[in-house]
């Protein structure tokens, strides 16, 4: 299901003689403006910005006719970041253009969309060489006489998978490592050397010496990628680029397939493309975020640090910890749940969360979540039977075994835990005994 949002711009996106003019809507104000001034890497940020915009009009499970779909954009202290998902939502895509890059100052800070139409896309992909590239986020004043009059109303439709990979990839980034870095010569050559675009086997990334070499199974120190075709939106940044860098979760021979970021470094901007496990397989159903929305617990946590971000491009856990008056931990779970209503994302460079606000209400992740509420009505019937630390879990036609394991990890008797041992997430019988439990903890 898509949320419809009403977006205003003054009027399109486009590149004109004075820069690059990005209109867009939302944040503090009507149609504020973020930024102004010039980009100190014009190409590389024209080919960053293109890479973002083809993710989010591309399907790389089953593909079919791109289609359009609007990049997310966030202004803040010193950093623009240009946000996608692939049409599969099994590709999120970021831009992050650092203080390096800016040459010119952020008047404000928020998020909303971007207007990439293809106008644009044509005009970014002749950027080239030294020449300047002015950047305008937001219109230079903002005058509107009536509904109909020179503010120009858009609906764009953001699919609710979105917000749901929102909160599935900030949750499953937390936990990466950095695993192997690059030079950008030996990166391209590590990319010509991928399967071609198509390709839907899973392989994995070892470092050796200055490069990586690909094997067919995991071992200690690898890195999963998963339809490797999946990252060619790299290819467009890659000459301006210093260093590839590779992120994931530590794995170990015979662990599954586990999603994946790969990030090339300019100097003055990052562009990352983080993996799912699997190519047909979505961020919005990795079953991450559970967790943190099912966790009553961390409700008032989240709203008193929420209350407590300030725009900042990197969030310190410890001075939230201070001002909030509570432990690390509690402000890592609140920061969890503040993820899955698009509040706050995770830089796996940084190795911190980031403040933005997504254009859906805070619920939303929450209702639309097939488990979390068949988990709430389970628990409103009565459904969950302790005993000890497993459960008895009674529906209207079968009976569940749920067991609790010495690590906080849940099984189940269904067949959803049967079909994927845990790696989705818990099923709804398992979220149910949580939330009848103590904290919730590890769910798997």
Same mark, same amino acid.
């Given at each position: 299901?898509?949320?419809?949002?009403?977006?205003?711009?003054?009027?399109?996106?486009?590149?004109?003689?004075?820069?690059?003019?990005?209109? #867009?809507?939302?944040?503090?104000?009507?149609?504020?403006r973020f930024f102004a001034g010039f980009l100190?890497?014009?190409?590389a940020a024209a080919a960053g910005l293109l890479a973002v915009a083809e993710v989010a009009r591309t399907r790389y499970?089953?593909?079919?006719?791109?289609?359009?779909?609007?990049?997310?954009?966030?202004? &803040?202290?010193?950093?623009?970041?240009?946000?996608s998902f692939s049409g599969c939502c099994g590709v999120y895509a970021r831009m992050d253009v650092l203080p390096a890059g800016l040459d010119g100052e952020i008047s404000g800070h928020g998020t909303t969309n971007v207007d990439v139409n293809p106008p644009l896309r044509e005009a970014l992909a002749r950027v080239g060489g030294i020449e300047p590239l002015h950047v305008a986020v937001g219109p230079d004043d903002l005058t509107v006489s009536t509904m109909d009059g020179s503010v120009v109303e858009r609906k764009v439709p953001l699919p609710g998978r979105w917000l749901r990979?929102?909160?599935?990839?900030?949750?499953?980034?937390?936990?990466? =490592?950095? +695993?192997?870095?690059?030079?950008?010569?030996?990166?391209? /050559?590590?990319?010509?050397?991928?399967?071609?675009?198509?390709?839907?086997?899973?392989?994995?990334?070892?470092?050796?010496?200055? #490069?990586?070499?690909l094997t067919s199974r995991p071992v200690p120190?690898?890195?999963?990628?998963?339809?490797?075709?999946?990252?060619?939106?790299?290819?467009?940044?890659?000459?301006?680029?210093?260093?590839?860098?590779? @992120?994931? *979760?530590?794995?170990?021979?015979? &662990?599954?397939?586990? *999603? &994946? %970021?790969?990030?090339?470094? %300019?100097?003055?901007?990052?562009?990352?493309? #983080?993996?799912?496990?699997?190519?047909?397989?979505?961020?919005?159903?990795?079953?991450?975020?559970?967790? /943190?929305?099912?966790?009553?617990?961390?409700?008032?946590?989240?709203?008193?640090?929420?209350?407590?971000?300030?725009?900042? *491009?990197?969030?310190?856990?410890?001075?939230?910890?201070d001002a909030a008056a509570l432990p690390d931990e509690r402000v890592r779970a609140a920061l969890a749940?503040?993820?899955?209503?698009?509040?706050?994302g995770y830089d796996v460079a940084d190795g911190a969360y980031f403040h933005r606000v997504?254009?859906?209400?805070?619920?939303?992740?929450e209702r639309d979540n097939p488990r979390l509420v068949g988990a709430r009505a389970l628990v409103e019937r009565g459904a969950v039977e302790r005993?000890? =630390?497993?459960?008895?879990?009674? #529906?209207?036609? =079968?009976?569940?075994?749920?067991?609790?394991? *010495?690590?906080?990890? @849940?099984?189940?008797?269904?067949?959803?835990?049967?079909?994927? +041992?845990g790696q989705r997430g818990p099923c709804r019988h398992a979220l149910a005994v949580s939330m009848v439990a103590a904290p919730v903890g590890a769910l798997s």
């Open positions: 299901m898509n949320a419809v949002q009403t977006y205003r711009y003054l009027q399109p996106s486009a590149l004109r003689a004075a820069g690059l003019d990005l209109q #867009t809507c939302g944040g503090p104000a009507a149609n504020p100190t890497a014009p190409a499970h089953q593909p079919v006719n791109p289609a359009s779909l609007d990049p997310v954009v966030t202004g &803040s202290r010193g950093r623009l970041r240009f946000e990979g929102f909160a599935e990839v900030h949750v499953l980034t937390a936990g990466f =490592e950095p +695993r192997a870095e690059i030079a950008a010569a030996e990166a391209a /050559a590590f990319l010509r050397r991928l399967p071609a675009a198509g390709d839907r086997s899973v392989l994995w990334a070892v470092p050796a010496g200055r #490069t990586l070499r120190g690898a890195v999963c990628l998963a339809g490797a075709g999946r990252l060619a939106a790299l290819r467009g940044v890659l000459r301006h680029a210093r260093t590839l860098r590779v @992120y994931g *979760p530590a794995v170990r021979t015979g &662990s599954p397939a586990v *999603p &994946s %970021t790969w990030e090339l470094d %300019t100097g003055a901007l990052r562009l990352s493309l #983080t993996l799912s496990p699997e190519p047909y397989r979505g961020f919005s159903g990795e079953g991450a975020a559970l967790a /943190a929305l099912a966790g009553d617990d961390v409700v008032d946590d989240a709203e008193l640090v929420g209350a407590l971000l300030n725009w900042d *491009p990197t969030v310190d856990v410890a001075a939230l910890a749940q503040l993820g899955t209503a698009g509040r706050v997504m254009p859906y209400d805070a619920g939303r992740a005993d000890g =630390e497993n459960a008895t879990v009674r #529906t209207d036609a =079968e009976t569940y075994r749920v067991r609790r394991h *010495p690590d906080g990890a @849940y099984s189940c008797s269904c067949r959803w835990w049967a079909r994927h +041992r």
